[in-house]
């Protein structure tokens, strides 16, 4: 199973931005689509957004314009760019590796994200 590990979260100011990367512990090629969901206290996990191999993204309407999602399949990366944060975006943030044809679904251990003053 493929190991992911995620880094880059913290605490920021409302208006601020963090880099989310995520890596994989194998190289993944261009099997998998890769993406990020995120679990606020009281709520349901929910999509962020989601990069397929062929580059196709696809965002939650909260975040469209304030994240972007990449991938680097040569360094089994995905980063999260999130700009103009907001104190809704505070959550755990999880990576996720999944294959439809595979039927594989895996994620990360999470990473806190907190937008406060």
């Known amino acids: 199973q493929v190991q992911l590990v995620e880094s880059g979260g913290g605490l920021v100011q409302p208006g601020g931005s963090l880099r989310l990367s995520c890596a994989a512990s194998?190289?993944?090629?261009?099997?998998?689509?890769m993406g990020w969901y995120r679990q606020a206290p009281g709520k349901q996990r929910e999509l962020v957004a989601t990069i397929t191999s062929g580059g196709r993204t696809n965002y939650v309407d909260s975040v469209k314009g304030r994240f972007t999602i990449s991938r680097d399949n040569a360094k089994n990366t995905v980063v999260l760019q999130m700009n103009s944060l907001k104190p809704e975006d505070t959550a755990v943030y999880y990576c996720?590796?999944?294959?439809?044809?595979?039927?594989?679904?895996?994620w990360g251990q999470g990473t806190q994200v907190t937008v406060s003053s």
């Open positions: 996720n590796i999944k294959s439809d044809y595979l039927k594989y679904d895996t």
């Open positions: 194998r190289n993944i090629g261009s099997i998998y689509t």
